[in-house]
Structure formats: C-alpha cells, structure tokens
C-alpha cells in the first residue's frame, strides 16, 4: 500500500514537472535515482536595462585609454560588477601602441562561481577608438568619438548578464572580461605606412592571453560581443569563429534561432575580422567566437556610423540587444 502511494506520487510528481509519464507497472525498479543535472531555465534579458549601461559609459566621454573618461568609466564598471555579487580582477599594465603612446591599459575581469572548476567566457571591448578615422568630414578624423556602438554596446549587454547572474545562478561558472585597447589599431590615413603581419588591435586582450588571470586559466568556450547595437544588425559568421570554434557559432547561431532571431543571426559567411577572440583562440586555445555586425558587401565592412562621430546613441536599437543578450542568456544557462 505504502508503495503504491510512493508510485502514485512519482507519478505526481513526474507530470508536474512535464515528463512523460510512463505506464509504471508495479514490478518495475527505477533504474537509477534520478540526480541528472538539470538546465535552469533562463531568465529574461531586459533590453532596456542594457541600453542604460550603454548610455551611461557615453555619459562619461569616449573612454580613449588614458584619458579621463577611461578612468572614470572604468571605476563604474568595477563598482557596478561588484555590486552584482562578482570577484572582481583588475588587470593593469601598460602597453605600447604601434605609434608610441604608452596606453595604461585595465582588464576588467570579473568571476562568478570563482570556484567552479567549469567556466564559460564573455567578453567585449570597453575602450573606445581615439579617432573617428572614417568620418567623412576629415576635419574629424583625429577626434575622439562617443562609441555606444562600438565599445558601448557589448559592455552594456554584459552588465545586464552579470545582473541577471546575480538574481539566478548557472550550471557553470562565467567570466566576464572587459578588454582595454582594443580599438588602438593603425590611422586609417596612415596605411602606407602598415607593415605586413602587424597587429596594432586588440592589445588588452592579447596580453590578458598570455597572462590569464589564473594560472592554467580554461573555459569550455567563449563568446565575445563587438558592435551589437545598430538597428537591423545582421550577425554572420565570422571567418576566425569557423575556422577555431564552428560548434560554438553553431551552438550560439541555433539558441538565437530557437529564440526567434533569424532575422539578426544568418546562416551566411561574414569576413574574417581581427579582433579581441583571436587572440583568445590563437594564444590561449580556448574556442571563442565574435558576434559582430559587419556587412562585407559595405564599404567599411560595419556601418555608416563605425569609427566616425556619428556612432553615439541614435544607433542602438533595443530590438538588437534583447536579440543578442537573450540568445547570449540562453546559451548559458542551458549549460549543464
Ligand atoms: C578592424 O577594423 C581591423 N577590426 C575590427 C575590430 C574592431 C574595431 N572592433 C571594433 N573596432
Ligand atoms: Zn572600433
């Protein structure tokens, strides 16, 4: 009798939960007890929370390494990833541009589940480019711009994860690594001068590469975000993310299709684009992939708006993060 009322509540409790319940006849045994880790299921992104944190990194003036507005807005950052309950690392160095400037570079690395031997890694740039290089009037074209699109917005989509980590946990622990100095790469107008195989970008993230926070440091993958603002983005598959990490744009690429953002992720080629993920990749081996908006068909390769003075908060559009912060969510929490 006791049995059948512990069958009976098995039952119960198996259909409560939405699986199938199976025709239990008395003389079966469970088979194992059933300690499966489950997915947690994933909290909603608020699109509006992350268009805030972008509007507040514009507020404090471009963030030009060295400049006051870096200082500044890297100190909110700090505070801000604390207050949701990380382990914060600050990494600090200074790093020599391809023109001379001494950059006084700050990773910002912030650990949830430090001890979590499972880890996945989220990143994004928060430096933004010291000259508006492509804008078209030239008189620009050593001026500072606002950048909420490119620095602002993968920043801004973050801040909302790490909100979000700090109301529900995941199965893994997660990094989230502001890189500095990304966007330091050679003057557009001073091409003639490149020299073949230089790597002027994406200089915080390469030296966090070869010095990880951790000894050792691993992650089962990564995904680094840059430039997911624009309205109408479309997200292709960039070139670097195929070649080192396929399963990861194809894990990331079917979560934002499930989700119901065809629209943004295409099942289509982008370029291949240097930047922070390579060096991920290359120097620490750890799959990362780029969610970038970049168009090869246009003439700079991203929008009208890249690194002109244009780039400020007309050109986000919350349709875009909440496609990119949910998609980003998704695949997080449902890792077991
Ligand atoms: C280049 O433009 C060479 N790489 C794109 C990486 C980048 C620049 N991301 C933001 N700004
Ligand atoms: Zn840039």
Not at 63 to 72: D, F, L, W
Not at 80 to 105: C, F, M, P, R, S
Not at 211 to 233: F, M, Q, T
Request: proline fraction near 6%.
């Amino acid at each position: 009798m006791r049995n059948r009322l512990f069958l009976s509540l098995l039952l119960l409790v198996l259909v409560a939960c939405g699986s199938k319940p199976q025709e239990a006849k008395p003389e079966d045994k469970p088979e194992k007890p059933v300690v499966e880790i489950q997915t947690v299921a994933a909290p909603d992104f608020s699109a509006d929370s992350a268009y805030l944190f972008i509007e507040k990194q514009v507020s404090f003036g471009p963030r030009v390494p060295n400049s006051e507005g870096h200082k500044a807005c890297g100190d909110y950052l700090v505070e801000k990833l604390k207050a949701y309950g990380a382990d914060v690392v600050e990494q600090e160095t200074d790093i020599t541009a391809y023109n001379g400037d001494v950059l006084h570079a700050r990773n910002i690395i912030a650990r949830f589940q430090p001890e979590n031997k499972d880890r996945v890694l989220l990143c994004a740039h928060w430096d933004t480019r010291p000259w508006a290089d492509t804008d078209p009037d030239p008189a620009n074209h050593y001026k500072p711009y606002p950048g909420a699109n490119d620095g602002g917005s993968g920043v801004g989509v973050l801040l909302e994860v790490a909100r979000l980590l700090s109301l529900k946990q995941t199965n893994v622990g997660v990094d989230i690594i502001f890189f500095d100095a990304e966007d330091y790469g050679r003057h557009a107008g001073e091409w003639r001068e490149a020299v073949i195989g230089e790597e002027t970008w994406a200089l915080g993230s390469e030296y966090w590469a070869n010095n990880p926070h951790e000894k050792g440091y691993n992650a089962r993958y990564g995904i680094l975000l840059d430039i997911v603002g624009a309205p109408g983005s479309k997200f292709r598959m960039e070139g670097y993310s195929n070649y080192y990490a396929m399963n990861v744009v194809n894990k990331v690429w079917g979560a934002a299709h499930r989700a119901g953002y065809s629209k943004f992720f295409l099942y289509e080629e982008g370029g291949a684009i240097t930047d922070d993920h390579v060096n991920v990749n290359k120097i620490l081996r750890i799959p990362c992939i780029d969610i970038i908006n970049n168009d090869p068909a246009s003439p700079n390769g991203f929008g009208p708006y890249h690194h002109t003075m244009k780039d400020d908060m007309d050109w986000i559009d919350k349709k875009t993060l909440q496609a990119v912060g949910q998609t980003v969510i998704n695949v997080i929490y449902s890792e077991k």
